[in-house]
Structures are given as structure tokens and as C-alpha cells.
């Protein structure tokens, strides 16, 4: 395979010798007189160097500089430096940008090949490194949402333009189970942040003690048993991701501590005396509603209203039962592998459990009951015996029934429950509109009234609000 060396050279004679030079020994040259030229190159033409040879001081600007702006762009390339005018500070500079060697003119050729040759073994490596790490995270693209929805096509839609953008905090929300971690792999493995660390943490896991060392890390002495320095969360996901699972479990005061730290990019460990420079992405979830939170006093609104520069608000699975259409068979799929069965079929009185249960514990539970089913399978039939579903009613709506046919418009006269024909006469969706239209007529238009009726989040009742092209009173 021919590799690309970018010689950026403004001395004519210097950079023609170079260029027919490398050429001879395979190389496949590019040759840019100054700095605007070379970033063409490499942003518009999009070229790839696996090595970049350039002079110190271009007609228009410094080396280092274009370095430091463009290294993110180019991040295996391995820089060479040739000057005419070395100083200390220069190579030193060099050095700590990641330069691979810096080398004084006029330089020897059997030198410089020597350097050109170590190099682009370096080169290579950390090439090779990146294409597995980029292998291993294209698992995490937002086609790793699954689900044939309306709700899941549109959360992966959300996804594709999210990790398009270098948002600085997001929200997750959504009961549990719903696939919260999954999203934020999605968010930071399929965005700009890729080969940065991603570090995540529970915040309901962690006494609060503990859970401001592990964030903010400590100084040898800071606390009775802290022997050593502790780099905090914060600091090991810098030029990353931090995500922050159940973040409405995080008392009030270290919650005022993290939202001073984002503000300001900076953390001080604890017994520390210097801050110190962080850039971190945050992705925080919770299964409870935030935003009510900050009306009771549980969550500060102001930290609430930093993190909520963008909201994924995952659906229930009981409200996108269709989705089990493809979750089952990968689920099975996946179980048969791992296990060694042969499940292939799925009966009809199967589906038909699987589609009425009411499924509080979501993706999560699904899981753990196809696990269940597949690893005490005897043949290729999915055996119904292992389901042991739960008889559970669903939280969505207090939903009174009768069997007689009864016209819907006289529902509204009812105050204490809503009577629905069981004879086929409307469809699920009707029937699901029909009650979010009652409940907001009967708290006039009024979605956090009607939502506490239905025994709702207000997201979830704002969700079916925007599906059904409802009016409401926010």
C-alpha cells in the first residue's frame, strides 16, 4: 500500500529534492509551499497523511501553531520538523505537541530516512490502533437503537443529528430499563468525542462521601484513609465523556459543586489548592422526572437547565409493543449463541403473552425473560412454561371497562372513570387517544393536571400529546 508524505516546504529547490526523493522510495508525495495550502489539503482534499514533513517558519505562519489547530484532523500522522533556526524553546514545543523529531537544516538524507522510516512505523501503529477502536465502536452507531416504531424511529433519528454536534450536556430520560446506557454509547461512541475516554458512574451506587472523591477526585491526606492522589471522573473523562447515571439520586450540595465545575471547566480535588482545566461532555439520565424534581426542591433547577441543552426522552416498550417484533428473535438469537440452543420458533400463544404484558421493567426485563426461555429450552421451540409473566394492569391510564357498546362522546359526563367498547368498534390507538383527550378536557387543556390523573410523567403525556396533534396548557 502507498502511503502519503505531506513535505510542506517554502524553499522551491529544498522541496522539489524532497518530493522527487521520497518518490523514488514509494512514497506517494505531496508538496505544499505554505501552511493555507497544506490545510486544503488536508480538510478539503482530505488527504491522509501517515507522515507530515515541514519546515518551521512558513511565509504565513508558524508550523507549531498549524500543528496544534490541525492535529485532531490528522490524529496518527507523525510530524517531522526541519528548521534553519532551532531554538530550545521551539523544540521543546515541538515535543510536547507530539512532534515525532524535530531536525536542523541542512539535515543528512540518510538521517532523515532514517527518522522518515521509524516514524512511519509509529505511524502505522497508532494507525492500527485507531481502525480497531473505530472497528469496536461501530457497533454503537444509532442503528444500535432497535425497533421498527414510530418512537424508535424517531429517537434514531434524534441520535443521528446529536452525535453530528459537539453539544456539551444532554439529558437522558426514560423509565428503567428503556436503554439509557445504550443511548449514551450511541451519543459518544457515534460523535466527535470517539477516541476520547468514556467514563461512567451511578450516582445512586455511591454514598455521598464517596461519590464526591470518585467525581472530583482527592489529595494524599484529604480525608481519613486517602493515602495516594485520586485523578476524580471528571478528570480522567477529560476531552470526553462523563455519563451520570441516575443523577437525581445526587444530593443538592454536590450537585452545586458539579454545576460550578461545568461552568467553569475546571475541578479542585479535594485537599487540593490549584484548579484544574477539564473539557468534559456530560450525559446525565434518570428514570424520574427532572424537571418536576426542580418544582419540589429535589433537583437544582439552574443545574437542571445547564444539563438540558438537548433531551432523549426513551419511550416505555408498552408503548411501542411492536417493537418486540425485532428485539424477540435478536434477543433469542443472541441467547442461542451464548448457550449453544436452537430456538427458532415462536408460537403464536407466545406473541400473544408477550404482546399483552405490560412490561414495567422495559428492554431490561424482555431480556432477562428470553434469556430465561432459551437456556431452559429442550428443542427449536421457544417454550411458553419459562415466560412466568407477571399479572400486572397497566399504570398508564385508571381505565374502567365495559362490555357494552357505549358511544365514547357520552364518556365525558362521566367524572370518575372512562367507559371503552370492547366490540372491536375502535382500534387500540383510538381507544389510547381517546383517553389522553378525556383526561386534558377534564383538567382543561392542562398537561401537568392531566398527567397526574393518568398517573403519568409529564414527558410521557407530552410524547402522546405531539403524536395525537392534541391541545394543551403547559
Not at 45 to 55: A, G, K, T, V
Not at 60 to 75: C, T
Not at 173 to 181: C, H, R
Not at 265 to 275: A, F, I, S, T, Y
Request: proline share 5%.
Amino acid at each position: 500500500m502507498i502511503e502519503t508524505l505531506l513535505i510542506i516546504e517554502d524553499e522551491p529547490l529544498l522541496g522539489t529534492e524532497l518530493s522527487r526523493h521520497y518518490r523514488a522510495l514509494g512514497w506517494d508525495v505531496v508538496l505544499a509551499n505554505t501552511l493555507n495550502t497544506a490545510q486544503n489539503l488536508i480538510i478539503k482534499d482530505r488527504i491522509e497523511p501517515l507522515i507530515i514533513l515541514s519546515d518551521m517558519n512558513l511565509p504565513d505562519g508558524n508550523a507549531l501553531d498549524f500543528m496544534e489547530g490541525i492535529k485532531k484532523q490528522v490524529s496518527y500522522a507523525e510530524w517531522l520538523f526541519l528548521t534553519g533556526y532551532g531554538s530550545v524553546p521551539d523544540s521543546v514545543r515541538a515535543l510536547r505537541l507530539g512532534a515525532y523529531d524535530f531536525l536542523e537544516k541542512p539535515c543528512d538524507l540518510d538521517r532523515l530516512d532514517l527518522v522518515v522510516t521509524s516514524a512511519k512505523r509509529s505511524a502505522l501503529m497508532q494507525r492500527r490502533v485507531l481502525d480497531q477502536a473505530k472497528q469496536g465502536h461501530r457497533k454503537y452507531s444509532p442503528d444500535a437503537y432497535l425497533g421498527q416504531s414510530a418512537q424508535a424511529n424517531t429517537i434514531r433519528e434524534l441520535l443521528e443529528k446529536l452525535t453530528q454536534v459537539p453539544f456539551s450536556a444532554l439529558i437522558i430520560g426514560g423509565e428503567s430499563g428503556t436503554g439509557k446506557g445504550l443511548t449514551a454509547k450511541i451519543l459518544h461512541y457515534g460523535g466527535p468525542r470517539a477516541q476520547q475516554p468514556m467514563i461512567e458512574v451511578n450516582c445512586a451506587a455511591l454514598p455521598r462521601e464517596l461519590l464526591e472523591s470518585e467525581l472530583f477526585g482527592h489529595e494524599p491526606g484529604a480525608f481519613t484513609g486517602a493515602s495516594g492522589r485520586h485523578r476524580g471522573l471528571l478528570e480522567q473523562a477529560d476531552g470526553g465523556t462523563l455519563f451520570m447515571d441516575e443523577i437525581g439520586e445526587m444530593p443538592l450540595d454536590l450537585q452545586a459543586k458539579l454545576l460550578k465545575a461545568i461552568e467553569d471547566h475546571k475541578v479542585r480535588r479535594l485537599g487540593g489548592e490549584k484548579e484544574i482545566n477539564v473539557d468534559v461532555q456530560i450525559i446525565a439520565a434518570s428514570n424520574r422526572d427532572l424537571e418536576q424534581m426542580t418544582q419540589s426542591g429535589q433537583f437544582r433547577s439552574d443545574l437542571y437547565h445547564r444539563l438540558s441543552v438537548f433531551k432523549v426522552i426513551l419511550p416505555p416498550l408498552r408503548e411501542a409493543i411492536e417493537d418486540l417484533n425485532e428485539l424477540v428473535p435478536l434477543f433469542i438469537a443472541e441467547y442461542n449463541a451464548k448457550a449453544g440452543r436452537h430456538v427458532k420458533i415462536v408460537p403464536d400463544e407466545v406473541w400473544k403473552k408477550l404482546k399483552s404484558h405490560v412490561w414495567p421493567g422495559n428492554v431490561r426485563e424482555l431480556r432477562n425473560v428470553i434469556e430465561r426461555c432459551v437456556l431452559f429450552s429442550d428443542g427449536n421451540t421457544f417454550p411458553d412454561q419459562w415466560l412466568q409473566l407477571p399479572k400486572l394492569t397497566s399504570t398508564v391510564a385508571p381505565l374502567e371497562v365495559t362490555d357494552e357498546i357505549t358511544d365514547p362522546n357520552q364518556a365525558k359526563a362521566h367524572q370518575k372513570g372512562i367507559y371503552l367498547p370492547l366490540d372491536g368498534s375502535m382500534a387500540l390507538d383510538d381507544m389510547d387517544r381517546f383517553i389522553i383527550k378525556t383526561a386534558l378536557d377534564r383538567a382543561d387543556n392542562n398537561l401537568t393536571a392531566a398527567a397526574r390523573d393518568l398517573g403519568a410523567t409529564r414527558e410521557t403525556l407530552r410524547y402522546r400529546v405531539r403524536k395525537y396533534n392534541l391541545k394543551i396548557v403547559d
